[in-house]
C-alpha cells in the first residue's frame, strides 16, 4: 500500500528565493496620509491630505515630488518593469497637470490619488511575480533613468508652475 498523498511537489533546491515583498510600511503609510486618511460621514470615499497641501502653491508640487521619488525608489527596489514606472510616472504627471489648475486640480486630487494607485500598482506587479530578474542586465540603467526623467518632468512642471505663480502676482 501506498501512503503517497497527492499534495504540492516540493521545490527544487535551486528555486528562486520567496517572493519579495509588497511596498515598505513607510510608502503604505504615505499613501493613506495623503490619499485615505478620513473617511467622508455618510459616505465609504475617503480623502487624505494631499488636496489640502495642494492648496498652498509650491508646497504641495514638492511635496508631490518627493512622494512620487519615494514610491519610485520603492518600484526599483521591488524591480517592478521599467514599463510599470513610466505607468507609475504618468500617473504622477498627469496628477501635476490637473495639479496646476488652481481649486479644480484640488479637486481632481480627490479623484486621482496618484500616490495609492501607484502603490497598489507596484503591489499588484510584485503579487504577480511581474518583477525583473535582479541580473538582468540594464535593468538598474533603465530604471535610474525612467525614474531620472520623470522626475525631470515633474520638477519641471513644479518650476513652471512656481514662475508662474510669480509671474500672476508680480514678482517675476
Known amino acids: 500500500m501506498n501512503d503517497a498523498r497527492p499534495g504540492p511537489a516540493p521545490a527544487p533546491a535551486d528555486a528562486a528565493p520567496a517572493a519579495r515583498v509588497p511596498s515598505s510600511p513607510l510608502t503604505s503609510g504615505i499613501a493613506r496620509v495623503l490619499d485615505d486618511l478620513v473617511r467622508i460621514p455618510g459616505t465609504r470615499y475617503r480623502v ?13 508640487d514638492a511635496v508631490g515630488i518627493v512622494v512620487a521619488g519615494v514610491v519610485m525608489v520603492e518600484a526599483v527596489r521591488n524591480r517592478v518593469p521599467v514599463r510599470i514606472l513610466f ?3 504618468w500617473n504622477y504627471l498627469v496628477d501635476a497637470v490637473l495639479g496646476t489648475i488652481p481649486f479644480v486640480g484640488d479637486v481632481a486630487d480627490v479623484a486621482h490619488k496618484a500616490t495609492s494607485k501607484n502603490l497598489r500598482l507596484v503591489n499588484r506587479t510584485i503579487a504577480e511575480g511581474k ?3 535582479t541580473t538582468a ?3 538598474i540603467l533603465r530604471a535610474v ?3 531620472a526623467l520623470m522626475l525631470l518632468i515633474l520638477l519641471g512642471m513644479a518650476g513652471l508652475a512656481l514662475w508662474g505663480l510669480l ?3 508680480g514678482l517675476f
Request: cysteine-free.
Open 131 to 133: 518583477t525583473i530578474d
Open 145 to 147: 533613468g525612467a525614474v
Open 167 to 169: 509671474k500672476l502676482i
Open 48 to 60: 487624505g491630505v494631499d488636496p489640502v497641501i495642494g492648496l498652498v502653491p509650491g508646497v504641495g
Open 137 to 139: 542586465r540594464g535593468y
Open 87 to 89: 505607468r507609475i510616472g
